[in-house]
């Protein structure tokens, strides 16, 4: 085995001992380490070389910078089997930057183009472009994976797939779309007035898995940009779920003729047009999906125009459900929310400001509200929903990873993940621990990013049942610690889980 390839199999181990976590929250898993063919870029040079000398089966490995790759553009993918990935496993350090979000002189900027079949992008963020970061160029692009990759300022789409022959396969997967910019109203050749603007614009793909995303505001000249996540002209078969939808002037749209597509398990702080908007669509099932927000301005309605065969079941709606033209639907186990009760609502929920809408509390309405429906087997966590079954996309006993002590079997100790995360000044951590584990030494420690223990929060005896910790983030002389990532603990006897809480001031 070469030295680079040594060194970078040596940096996976590492990074599976802290995994990157999610603006939202959530641990993503490690790609699986490449066993040949790697090459490894740590300067534009040697990443320009690489990606002009790609080929199949091959892993380019970038290391931690920023790279200006507007001269290369559009980067073409025309092998099967590549991987491109940053190598720290945090999208933040390995950043690929365009001609700008509101550049006039390449308004046809397109960063990358897929050619090819089963081509993995992960860990890196790709960002200023005046349209598209990521396009599938030929269609008929298939089994491709988009693994916790940042969309950050991207002028028009971070994904496009035009329309073509029908791609199949994908998945994408913890990944973050964020814009901070916002289009002016004239922008050049804008065709809608600064509006033309979204997450991912999706056309005839086929059995696509879309999971654990961030989309936070996205958001057009006058508040009317495209969806966050757009499907249609022949979509059918996707999975839309567990994604986190802020801020973004419309969620989840469907246009023209989709088929079979699931809706499940979304939290959505809507916007200013709509939470949902499906029109010309066959089999939608819309199911355990939260909709939620105190402020008055956003509108969280659901809007169904000529669609057959639609289940809308154990959703929680901050607005109200629109039937335009010929709509047959199934629906039942719904809660809707009105500008009157929002207030009373909002005790029901975690920190709007940070997108959590997971239930506070076991005696709220949605709990044991719900039906069990097929197909709906976790919640927003991808924790297994027990029943009886709450509506929404959280299922109290089990959406912070908190299993009823009954339940808790083998699994010993079972700790949820910090909330808020980020947080300013507290944050909190709930566990579990089994009667087969009780009276073993236990202890709940905060660990620097370096690995450094800054607080010690509980040690001792641990006693079975649910309990939960609360760090203010200072260390073990009460001192406040610096805005970074750190690392709670928890031990007890052989057993340990960590999660990931950034502190940010």
Same mark, same amino acid.
């Given at each position: 085995?070469?030295?680079?390839?040594?060194?970078?199999?040596?940096?996976?181990?590492?990074?599976?001992?802290?995994?990157?976590?999610?603006?939202?929250?959530?641990?993503?898993?490690?790609?699986?380490?490449?066993?040949?063919?790697?090459?490894?870029?740590?300067?534009?040079?040697?990443?320009?070389?690489?990606?002009?000398?790609?080929?199949?089966?091959?892993?380019?490995?970038?290391?931690?910078?920023?790279?200006?790759?507007?001269?290369?553009?559009?980067?073409?993918?025309?092998? !099967?089997?590549?991987?491109?990935?940053?190598?720290?496993?945090?999208?933040?350090?390995?950043?690929?930057?365009?001609?700008?979000?509101?550049?006039?002189?390449?308004?046809?900027?397109?960063?990358?183009?897929?050619?090819?079949?089963?081509?993995?992008?992960?860990?890196?963020?790709?960002?200023?472009?005046?349209?598209?970061?990521?396009?599938?160029?030929?269609?008929?692009?298939?089994?491709?994976?988009?693994?916790?990759?940042?969309?950050?300022?991207?002028?028009?789409?971070?994904?496009?797939?035009?329309?073509?022959?029908?791609?199949?396969?994908?998945?994408?997967?913890?990944?973050?779309?964020?814009?901070?910019?916002?289009?002016?109203?004239?922008?050049?050749?804008?065709?809608?007035?600064?509006?033309?603007?979204?997450?991912?614009?999706?056309?005839?793909?086929?059995?696509?898995?879309?999971?654990?995303?961030?989309?936070?505001?996205?958001?057009?000249?006058?508040?009317?940009?495209?969806?966050?996540?757009?499907?249609?002209?022949?979509?059918?078969?996707?999975?839309?779920?567990?994604?986190?939808?802020?801020?973004?002037?419309?969620?989840?749209?469907?246009?023209?003729?989709?088929?079979?597509?699931?809706?499940?398990?979304?939290?959505?702080?809507?916007?200013?047009?709509?939470?949902?908007?499906?029109? !010309?669509?066959?089999?939608?099932?819309?199911?355990?999906?939260?909709?939620?927000?105190?402020?008055?301005?956003?509108?969280?309605?659901?809007?169904?125009?000529?669609?057959?065969?639609?289940?809308?079941?154990?959703?929680?709606?901050?607005?109200?459900?629109?039937?335009?033209?010929?709509?047959?639907?199934?629906?039942?186990?719904?809660?809707?929310?009105?500008?009157?009760?929002?207030?009373?609502?909002?005790?029901?929920?975690?920190?709007?400001?940070?997108?959590?809408?997971?239930?506070?509390?076991?005696?709220?309405?949605?709990?044991?509200?719900?039906?069990?429906?097929?197909?709906?087997? !976790?919640?927003? !966590?991808?924790?297994?929903?027990?029943?009886?079954?709450?509506?929404?996309?959280?299922?109290?006993?089990?959406?912070?990873?908190?299993?009823?002590?009954?339940?808790?079997?083998?699994?010993?100790?079972?700790?949820?993940?910090?909330?808020?995360?980020?947080?300013?000044?507290?944050?909190?951590?709930?566990?579990?621990?089994?009667?087969?584990?009780?009276?073993?030494?236990?202890?709940?420690?905060?660990?620097?990013?370096?690995?450094?223990?800054?607080?010690?929060?509980?040690?001792?005896?641990?006693?079975?049942?649910?309990?939960?910790?609360?760090?203010?983030?200072?260390?073990?002389?009460?001192?406040?610690?610096?805005?970074?990532?750190?690392?709670?603990?928890?031990?007890?006897?052989?057993?340990?889980?960590?999660?990931?809480?950034?502190?940010?001031?």
């Amino acid at each position: 085995m070469s030295m680079k390839n040594l060194a970078y199999l040596v940096s996976i181990a590492v990074s599976v001992c802290f995994a990157y976590t999610t603006f939202d929250g959530k641990e993503v898993p490690p790609l699986p380490p490449a066993q040949s063919n790697i090459v490894t870029a740590r300067t534009p040079v040697a990443l320009y070389q690489a990606l002009r000398n790609q080929s199949a089966g091959q892993t380019i490995v970038i290391g931690n910078g920023t790279y200006d790759v507007s001269p290369w553009e559009s980067i073409l993918i025309d092998v !099967d089997g590549l991987t491109i990935q940053g190598e720290s496993g945090d999208p933040a350090d390995v950043v690929f930057v365009g001609r700008g979000f509101e550049n006039c002189d390449a308004v046809g900027e397109e960063m990358i183009k897929i050619n090819s079949d089963r081509f993995t992008i992960a860990n890196l963020t790709l960002s200023e472009t005046r349209t598209q970061a990521l396009k599938l160029q030929t269609m008929g692009n298939d089994s491709c994976l988009v693994h916790n990759v940042r969309f950050f300022n991207n002028g028009e789409w971070g994904i496009k797939a035009p329309n073509g022959p029908v791609s199949y396969g994908w998945e994408i997967r913890y990944c973050h779309f964020e814009n901070t910019k916002v289009p002016v109203i004239d922008r050049c050749q804008d065709m809608d007035g600064g509006n033309y603007i979204g997450g991912m614009t999706l056309m005839k793909c086929d059995g696509w898995n879309i999971h654990d995303n961030v989309y936070l505001n996205i958001q057009g000249a006058t508040n009317r940009a495209m969806g966050a996540i757009l499907a249609w002209n022949g979509c059918a078969s996707l999975v839309i779920q567990r994604n986190l939808i802020m801020g973004c002037d419309q969620g989840i749209d469907l246009w023209l003729t989709t088929t079979n597509v699931v809706i499940r398990n979304n939290m959505i702080v809507p916007g200013a047009m709509n939470s949902m908007y499906i029109t !010309d669509g066959t089999g939608t099932q819309v199911c355990n999906n939260t909709v939620f927000s105190v402020f008055t301005t956003n509108n969280g309605a659901i809007i169904f125009n000529n669609s057959t065969g639609v289940t809308f079941k154990n959703n929680i709606v901050y607005g109200s459900l629109v039937q335009n033209g010929t709509v047959t639907i199934d629906t039942g186990n719904n809660i809707f929310l009105t500008r009157t009760n929002r207030l009373a609502a909002a005790a029901w929920f975690g920190d709007e400001s940070m997108g959590d809408l997971h239930l506070k509390s076991d005696t709220c309405a949605p709990v044991n509200a719900g039906i069990s429906l097929a197909g709906v087997s !976790d919640d927003w !966590d991808g924790v297994q929903r027990t029943g009886p079954y709450d509506i929404g996309a959280d299922e109290y006993a089990v959406g912070n990873g908190i299993l009823p002590q009954g339940d808790l079997g083998a699994a010993g100790l079972v700790v949820s993940q910090a909330s808020p995360n980020p947080f300013n000044p507290a944050t909190r951590v709930r566990y579990s621990i089994s009667e087969s584990m009780q009276g073993k030494l236990f202890s709940i420690k905060v660990h620097a990013a370096s690995g450094v223990v800054i607080k010690t929060l509980a040690s001792g005896i641990v006693l079975s049942g649910t309990h939960d910790v609360v760090w203010d983030g200072t260390d073990n002389v009460s001192h406040p610690v610096a805005s970074g990532i750190y690392w709670i603990v928890v031990q007890c006897g052989a057993a340990q889980k960590s999660v990931r809480a950034v502190l940010w001031k």
